[in-house]
């Protein structure tokens, strides 16, 4: 059976740019079942307000719903798989640790050494599995060390597409003999995983960013004039303006490429920046 193991619906919210994810957990659900996936966990950051429709159109599309929670510890993200309730956030590792299993469910370290700072490190020996394969960690790097540092401490693995729209929906499958949330768990916990792996496409990864700014135009304004002098402001807010109102005019091209040499230096930069980790 298939599982897509990490991503989110609307009810994720960013910081700098609050708009995550357009779709609603029913609309995920839906589309789960369209791609062919036997069951999903919705792992919105911060947060357990999608449960509730999520669980209702998963009865309805005949998948397995697993309950989680993308959570923010004070190391690092951490996904609780299998919960039952909303778990504080900002609190240590440890004790996000001792919540989770104290709800019977199981602990996921999403992108370990993501570029970004957000995973947490060498951390993993603490949680119940790894996730080595985000189809959204373009540079690559960062995947293979998370195979390669789980792989050395021999912890349990896990893939996940990382999803913030629908059409990254299912990138990253799980593929396991079980038939319930306790049953995916025990799978997890027990290595018995294979999977499938793809990254997001550039494209999809363009389209995603040109809607969360323009979905959240004008909280992004606001950030920039609030923390950012000029010319840094004026440049920024040009560029902004640049690619929401693009589309199929002339401008489009210039995110492209930008977007290419973007990933391509990411690919550079993580092997510099990460390379003590390996």
């Known amino acids: 059976m298939k599982f897509e193991l990490h991503c989110h619906s609307h009810y994720s919210r960013g910081s700098k740019i609050p708009v995550e994810a357009p779709q609603s957990p029913k609309e995920i659900m ?16 911060r947060t357990n307000k999608g449960w509730k429709e999520a669980r209702e159109e998963a009865k309805k599309q005949k998948i397995i719903f697993i309950p989680a929670i993308e959570i923010d510890t ?21 004790d996000t640790l001792d919540v989770i299993h104290g709800q019977g469910a199981i602990s996921v370290a999403p992108h370990p050494f993501d570029l970004k700072g957000e995973g947490i490190r060498n951390e993993i020996k603490k949680t119940d599995a790894v996730e080595v394969f985000n189809s959204l960690s373009l540079d690559k790097f960062s995947n293979k060390l998370a195979e ?6 021999k912890k349990p693995t896990v893939v996940g597409s990382d999803a913030h729209s629908l059409e990254m929906l299912g990138s990253a499958i799980n593929i396991m003999n079980a038939g319930d949330v306790d049953s995916v768990l025990k799978e997890i916990k027990r290595g018995n995983v294979k999977f499938e792996k793809n990254y997001v496409s550039q494209q ?20 920039i004039d609030k923390n950012y002098s000029w010319p840094k402001s004026w440049i920024s807010c040009h560029m902004l303006n640049k690619f929401v109102l693009s589309g199929k005019s002339n401008d489009y091209w210039m ?20 390379a003590k980790y390996y």
Not at 148 to 153: D, F, L, P, Q, V
Request: hydrophobic share 40%; aromatic share 10%; with cysteine.
């Open 74 to 94: 004070l190391s690092g993200h951490l996904i609780g798989l299998g919960l039952n309730d909303s778990v504080k956030n900002y609190m240590s590792l440890d």
């Open 255 to 274: 995110w492209r490429y930008l977007a290419r040499f973007s990933f391509g230096c990411s690919g550079i930069y993580s092997r510099i920046k990460l």
């Open 148 to 153: 390669r540092n789980a792989e050395k401490i």
């Open 30 to 45: 839906q589309r789960a079942k369209k791609i062919g996936l036997d069951g999903l966990a919705l792992t919105d950051h």
């Open 204 to 223: 999809i990864i363009i389209n995603w960013g040109k809607m969360r700014m323009t979905e959240s135009y004008d909280d992004i304004i606001k950030y």
